[in-house]
């Protein structure tokens, strides 16, 4: 077979042997294939998750939480083309009835992958630009009232009870009374 790819001639052998039946099936299945360049890999969602993880440098939890995310929340588009997505659609991905802090996640890890296919010019922008993220909910911290603290600096023993005195008195994290 000879052909022209990126403006240079290539001949390859297909390892058949020269019969008249060989070339009509070389002009039949292989060549139609060559000139769409069917044998590229796909771009689909999981091709691009692949080449994401490849290119990062995560630490093992790091690894296995995007690999959790990936085959619990994302993997369902895993075959589908990178360019096929509408930002419609993403956004009723989005409405799932997760809480807002998974749903950053997810959507952190899938923007990744759609920006991989953006440096590879398969896209030509990232959905997830048009899709606000959830507004986290605000933690209000509850603290004890001082007949709690007193309950239970007073039913506490040893280097605990001096612990808790310590870190109820002073207003110190844990971290900061043990260091």
Do not use: C
Not at 24 to 43: G, Q
Not at 81 to 104: A, G, T
Not at 105 to 127: G, M, S, W
């Amino acid at each position: 077979v000879s052909l022209y790819q990126n403006g240079q001639r290539v001949r390859k052998s297909t390892k058949l042997p020269d019969t008249r039946e060989n070339r009509k099936r070389v002009e039949r299945d292989l060549i139609p294939k060559l000139e769409k360049n069917d044998f590229a890999p796909k771009k689909t969602v999981a091709y691009y998750y692949e080449r994401m993880m490849r290119q990062k440098d995560l630490k093992g939890s790091s690894i296995r939480r995007y690999g959790s995310i990936f085959e619990n929340h994302i993997q369902q588009f895993g075959d589908r083309e990178i360019d096929s997505f509408k930002v419609s659609e993403l956004k009723e991905w989005m409405s799932k009835s997760l809480s807002p802090k998974s749903l950053r996640l997810n959507a952190t890890v899938f923007r990744q992958i759609f920006d991989e296919a953006l440096y590879d010019e398969a896209i030509d922008k990232n959905p997830f630009e048009h899709i606000k993220p959830p507004k986290l909910n605000k933690f209000e911290p509850q603290p004890f009232n001082s007949e709690e603290v007193e309950l239970l600096i007073n039913n506490a023993t040893g280097w605990f009870k001096n612990l808790l005195a310590v870190l109820f008195m002073t207003g110190m994290r844990i971290g900061e009374a043990i260091a």
